[in-house]
Each structure stands twice: as C-alpha cells, then as structure tokens.
C-alpha cells in the first residue's frame, strides 16, 4: 500500500474494522506491539486497550496476519 498520511490510515481502518481479533495478555503488549510494527503495514493492523482485566485486543485486517501473530506470541495470545 502507497504511504498514507494519518488521517487516510484511520479511514482505512474504519472499512475493515473490528478484522481478526487475537486477544493478548497485557504483559505482551509492547512485544505484541514490536511484532506488529516488524512484519506489517500501519494500515493491517490495531490495537484496542484494556478490552479485559490484564488484556488488549489486536486487530488485523487479513485472517493471515492474525494467525501469525498469535502463533509469534504463543501461550500469552487467546488464553
């Protein structure tokens, strides 16, 4: 996807969001985060904050993405 200015990126968003969900322990956060920055564009993907006690939700655009993630962040993602 062409570089997209802040506001293109959120609109973007808006048309795939919620996606794929992988709910992560919130000790994971910034590692989950890391991860998300690495291996995909700002536009795949979002996080929603303390969707449950000791947990946030990651959101991704493609069901791929969302696999690999909870497979790179193992035993801490959908407990």
């Known amino acids: 996807m062409a570089e997209l200015i802040p506001i293109e990126i959120h609109e973007y968003k808006l048309k795939w969001l919620p996606g794929f969900s ?22 795949e993907w ?11 939700t990651f959101h991704f655009e493609n069901v791929l993405n969302a696999q690999n993630f909870e497979i790179a962040m193992g035993r801490f993602a959908n407990q």
Do not use: F
């Open 22 to 43: 992988v709910r992560l322990h919130s000790d994971m956060v910034d590692e989950g985060k890391k991860w998300c920055r690495r291996n995909l564009d700002r536009s």
């Open 46 to 56: 979002s996080m929603s904050s303390w969707t449950a006690v000791y947990e946030h």
